[in-house]
């Protein structure tokens, strides 16, 4: 089973910051924090990731609280394109050897309005 | 920017028939990752692959499942005997290498084979 909580769905208004979050209480110290999303149809696309420091790329931010107890994805100008299914995966830093996974929960389903 | 290919984009077949769905990975990258999705549910895992052989698989990854690099460039699905239950969107992922605490490795996806069993 998924180690994440998402809420299932949410509204935000096209062109305000959409706000996801996520709580992974029992993430370990090994653990990272990544963010996938899914448009209808299509294979799941990487946006972030982060291990306990804030990060910020060209698609959007990641907040991770201090504890690493839960963390929030954020889109600072929400399009319709960005309408999709948005995953919170916490994801184990291997030892060596053997290639492992992601485990998707399910999600949040984002949905920008026009 | 490269990308994961898969083929055929939709694939139709009897139940019981073999099928055999497609992967070009990135070329650099060398882990490699099956996943499914039933209409309407989790993207699900089903088998990752390292160095010419599984690394791990889940329990939906039976008998019936083989994966196989037959050369330097393809990543290939078969299912021997399937099922109307093996309907769904089969995604291929590949990633550079495996996430260790000093270097990322995030799964790149292909955009999936639907797969129809009637």
């Known amino acids: 089973d998924a180690k994440t909580t998402q809420p299932p769905s949410m509204d935000c208004a096209e062109g305000r910051a959409a706000n996801l979050p996520c709580n992974h209480s029992?993430?370990?110290?090994?653990?990272?924090v990544y963010w996938y999303r899914q448009i209808h149809s299509q294979g799941p696309q990487y946006i972030i990731h982060?291990?306990?420091n804030n990060e910020t790329n060209e698609m959007a931010s990641l907040i991770i609280t201090e504890d690493r107890k839960s963390s929030t994805l954020i889109l600072p100008h929400a399009t319709l394109r960005d309408t999709a299914v948005y995953y919170c995966i916490v994801r184990v830093a291997g030892s060596g050897g053997g290639a492992d996974g992601l485990t998707f929960g399910k999600g949040t389903h984002l949905i920008i309005q026009p | 920017e490269p990308e994961v290919t898969q083929t055929p984009s939709h694939q139709v077949t009897q139940m019981g028939q073999e099928v055999i769905l497609r992967c070009v990975p990135i070329s650099n990258h060398l882990y490699f990752y099956w996943y499914r999705q039933i209409l309407g549910q989790k993207v699900e895992f089903l088998v990752s692959?390292?160095?010419?052989?599984?690394?791990?698989k889940s329990e939906i990854f039976d008998d019936q499942f083989s994966v196989e690099r037959p050369d330097g460039s393809n990543f290939t699905l078969k299912i021997r005997s399937t099922k109307l239950e093996d309907s769904a969107m089969y995604f291929c992922?590949?990633?550079?290498?495996?996430?260790?605490?000093?270097?990322?490795?995030?799964?790149?996806f292909g955009n999936g084979t639907r797969l129809t069993v009637t």
């Open positions: 982060g291990l306990k």
């Open positions: 029992t993430i370990s110290g090994n653990e990272y």
């Open positions: 692959f390292y160095n010419n052989e599984i690394s791990e």
């Open positions: 992922a590949s990633s550079e290498g495996q996430l260790t605490l000093r270097k990322h490795s995030p799964l790149h």
